[in-house]
């Protein structure tokens, strides 16, 4: 019998791919909360001693980190069911690329935007990822005759690594009280993921919002003016 096991942690969206994936192929499996701070949590040290991050995804005691990795995995080693990736070579290296994208290019700025203290770093970070989402938009638009990204009208790999934006960003801007991802500015995302959202088994393995807002409302470093510019 499989031993499939998930350390995560709750309000991190990529666990939260892996549970979506792992859901979606009918694969049975344990979480582990990860205890915080998650850095040094005896699990994670344990098992993902590099980057002492969650997720890590752990098949027969075998341990595997990074949620892209964990979800290309997924879907080579259970093949049976729905895949992740689109079946058409093309597409299919369109979706990695794009899911690279949102982690390499719009984290760090989502990051910035959430934890940053200085009120110029911030700005500047706003700025850039409201250009980065400019080009996943424009993406969208050689998609629109299809529900999802990949021609295959089906919540895929892409969906799944996409909650970061479609989910979790429109959390985080709600926190910090700012308006990146708006429908006016960005209607193909936005419209990505209220189709994303309408799935059922996608919205019920999603954190409460209003828990994951409480959360980001206590932990982000809100937009403070430099005290030279309060006093003019």
Not at 56 to 77: A, C, M, Q, R, T
Not at 130 to 136: D, F, G, S, V
Not at 159 to 181: F, N
């Amino acid at each position: 019998m499989e031993e499939v096991k998930l350390l995560g942690f709750w309000v991190s969206p990529f666990s939260v791919r892996v549970e979506i994936a792992l859901k979606l192929k009918g694969i049975e499996y344990e979480f582990i909360e990860a205890q915080l701070p998650v850095k040094k949590c005896p699990n994670i040290v344990k098992y993902n001693p590099i980057y002492k991050k969650v997720p890590v995804f752990l098949h027969n005691g075998k341990p595997i980190s990074e949620s892209l990795v964990i979800l290309e995995y997924i879907d080579e080693n259970w093949k049976d069911g729905t895949s992740l990736l689109p079946k058409d070579p093309y597409q299919r290296a369109m979706a990695r690329f794009w899911s690279k994208f949102m982690d390499e290019k719009c984290l760090p700025e989502i990051l910035k935007l959430c934890y940053d203290s200085n009120y110029e770093v911030k700005v500047k970070a706003m700025g850039e990822l409201q250009e980065l989402l400019k080009l996943l938009e424009n993406e969208l638009i050689k998609d629109t005759n299809n529900i999802f990204f990949g021609g295959e009208n089906k919540v895929g790999y892409m969906e799944i690594v996409s909650i970061l934006i479609t989910y979790w960003l429109g959390v985080m801007q709600e926190a910090l009280e700012v308006d990146i991802l708006n429908k006016k500015e960005f209607p193909n995302i936005c419209e990505w993921a209220d189709k994303l959202m309408s799935c059922s088994f996608v919205k019920e393995n999603l954190p409460p919002r209003e828990k994951l807002l409480a959360f980001y409302k206590e932990y982000v470093q809100p937009f403070v003016l430099p005290n030279n510019e309060l006093s003019q």
